[in-house]
């Protein structure tokens, strides 16, 4: 499988519970992006990386939220005392920059996250 | 601010029927990436077209066509002869003029094909 993947796909915790996702974009993408979704509602934007480098973080992502892509690879989404309102799908995506690139970002299947 | 309008949040059509999804968008950039992206049950958003701001040409891939108007801000998805399989949630978006912009998502038309 070459496309986007994460993992897990389903999480059920308790809220004030710690989370954590990870995320293994297509292998020569150098672009990895966090969204998340809530039901009935499209993707909003939480966080880029160009290679390890975090270049841009929505106001969406509260001190809570922390995203890492240590060796420019796979990249986690961490959340710290989690809130029912944390629940939502939390989509991946990357993409690859450069000259004669089309910078498309690509989705993987989401983890559906569920805060009892 | 850059926003993306989908006034349609579900139509449903018996197959073999051909269907349009509206999609308005605001922007101040006068370079801009337009896209659709559909959602299948699955989960999955599954990216169907990315057209700049520069090129208005309508595009036609299979049974699948966009209509870009600048003019009216709008980028309307025409699906010809529809199948159950197209069933799902289609996305509107729309990104800056920066290669890494992040992408603005509309909220989204639920299609419904009947057999």
């Known amino acids: 499988d070459t496309g986007v993947s994460q993992n897990p796909r389903h999480k059920i915790t308790k809220r004030g519970q710690n989370v954590t996702f990870r995320c293994d974009p297509i292998?020569?993408?150098?672009?990895l992006y966090w969204y998340r979704q809530t039901l009935g509602q499209g993707p909003e934007f939480l966080t880029y990386?160009?290679?390890?480098?975090?270049?841009?973080k929505s106001r969406l992502l509260s001190d809570r939220f922390s995203a890492e892509r240590p060796k420019g690879s796979f990249s986690t989404l961490e959340i710290q005392r989690t809130e029912q309102g944390d629940s939502a799908m939390y989509l991946c995506?990357?993409?690859?920059?450069?000259?004669?690139?089309?910078?498309?970002?690509?989705f993987g299947p989401g983890t559906r996250l569920l805060v009892l | 601010a850059q926003k993306v309008t989908q006034a349609q949040t579900e139509i449903s059509v018996v197959e073999k029927e051909d269907v349009t999804l509206d999609c308005v968008y605001e922007t101040r950039d006068t370079t801009y990436y337009l896209f659709w992206y559909k959602q299948p049950p699955s989960g999955e958003l599954v990216f169907l077209i990315r057209r700049n701001s520069f090129d208005e040409q309508n595009e036609i891939s299979g049974r699948y066509s966009w209509n870009f108007q600048k003019s009216t801000s709008s980028f309307n998805f025409t699906i010809t002869a529809s199948q159950v399989v197209d069933s799902a949630v289609y996305f509107c978006?729309?990104?800056?003029?920066?290669?890494?912009?992040?992408?603005?998502f509309g909220s989204g038309t639920r299609l419904s094909i009947r057999p």
């Open positions: 990386f160009q290679n390890e480098a975090q270049l841009e």
């Open positions: 995506a990357s993409s690859l920059s450069g000259q004669g690139a089309t910078e498309t970002q690509y």
């Open positions: 292998s020569e993408h150098n672009r």
């Open positions: 978006a729309l990104s800056g003029p920066g290669s890494a912009s992040k992408i603005i």
